[in-house]
């Protein structure tokens, strides 16, 4: 599912199928683990179990803790007080299911209105930018056409298998190989992505270093002041390189015409951009969640380039 693209633009949210929904579906992942804790209990408990649906004004509120199963009184009660001092967030699209509408059951033409998004997530799945349509009339949805529209969305990556084996093979840590994975599949938490999800907390989508261009994963490489980060590894490791021949090299996981200098001919030019590019996304994320100045980030990825070229020898690339 992490692989299908989405649109991040929800249609109107239709209560009455996000009564379906896990509970771990509708809380923000942005929570710090260390605040809150999900109850085994609700993990598995849906949304109807907690949350009351209200038929004559179409929306949804938290059910009383009188009218909640008794074996989940204790943690709902847990939930509901979490909520309430913020130390755990509702995700956006269900929060819009807590304002009440002009819609009512009891309406014929309301009735039809809401029956346009039955209980098959037809409101969820318009969220998700399939590319084909689901069904012919765009609401029924069977689980086999939902998998045959996903298989046809999701394209298998071009990179040869043995270039995954050696690239998962590398002595490097996992955060190191892991910011490489993302990009190549356009996983990246970057501003333009992050407005999309929470306008209220990102009030929009440019670049926080240039503050000129809409931030995504290609400007994190095309950035007006990416020479701030890619100039002094260039020079010292892989001159003359051009951030140009680095991106392609990343995204096809073929660093074979790369070549380090001199000096650093002992370790690969994989593992050097691997740790440098690790480096500058952790400079970047620095700078601007904790306004730490990107003259300094240079140092680190020094370090980590001298440590993995004294540890060489336990190593096989």
Aim: charged share 15%; net charge neutral; glycine share 2%.
């Amino acid at each position: 599912m992490d692989a299908i693209p989405r649109q991040f633009q929800l249609s109107e949210p239709n209560p009455i199928e996000y009564l379906l929904l896990p509970i771990p579906a509708i809380l923000s992942k942005s929570t710090a683990p260390s605040q809150f804790k999900l109850p085994q209990k609700l993990k598995s408990a849906k949304v109807e179990e907690l949350f009351h649906y209200h038929p004559e004004s179409h929306y949804l509120s938290q059910k009383d803790i009188a009218d909640v199963d008794p074996s989940l009184k204790v943690v709902s009660g847990k939930l509901y007080n979490t909520l309430e001092c913020q130390l755990v967030r509702i995700e956006d699209f269900f929060h819009e299911c807590f304002f009440l509408t002009n819609l009512s059951l009891s309406s014929p033409t309301h009735l039809a209105h809401i029956r346009t998004n039955q209980l098959n997530f037809h409101s969820i799945n318009t969220c998700l930018d399939l590319g084909v349509p689901i069904a012919a009339d765009g609401i029924c949805t069977t689980t086999n056409q939902f998998r045959m529209a996903v298989q046809f969305t999701f394209a298998p990556s071009p990179i040869n298998s043995n270039l995954w084996k050696q690239f998962w093979e590398l002595a490097l840590a996992f955060v190191q190989q892991n910011i490489i994975y993302r990009i190549i599949y356009k996983k990246i938490p970057h501003k333009q992505l992050l407005h999309r999800i929470h306008p209220s907390q990102h009030l929009n989508g440019f670049c926080a270093i240039c503050n000129d261009q809409p931030d995504s994963t290609a400007h994190f490489f095309t950035c007006p002041q990416s020479p701030v980060f890619w100039d002094k590894p260039i020079q010292e490791y892989l001159w003359p390189t051009k951030i140009v021949s680095i991106t392609a090299s990343i995204y096809s996981l073929n660093f074979s015409s790369l070549r380090p200098n001199t000096t650093y001919q002992e370790t690969s030019s994989t593992a050097i951009i691997i740790i440098v590019l690790s480096e500058i996304w952790k400079a970047h994320w620095r700078y601007i969640f904790d306004s730490q100045p990107l003259s300094f980030w240079h140092y680190s990825y020094q370090h980590k380039v001298c440590y993995h070229q004294k540890n060489q020898q336990r190593f096989l690339f």
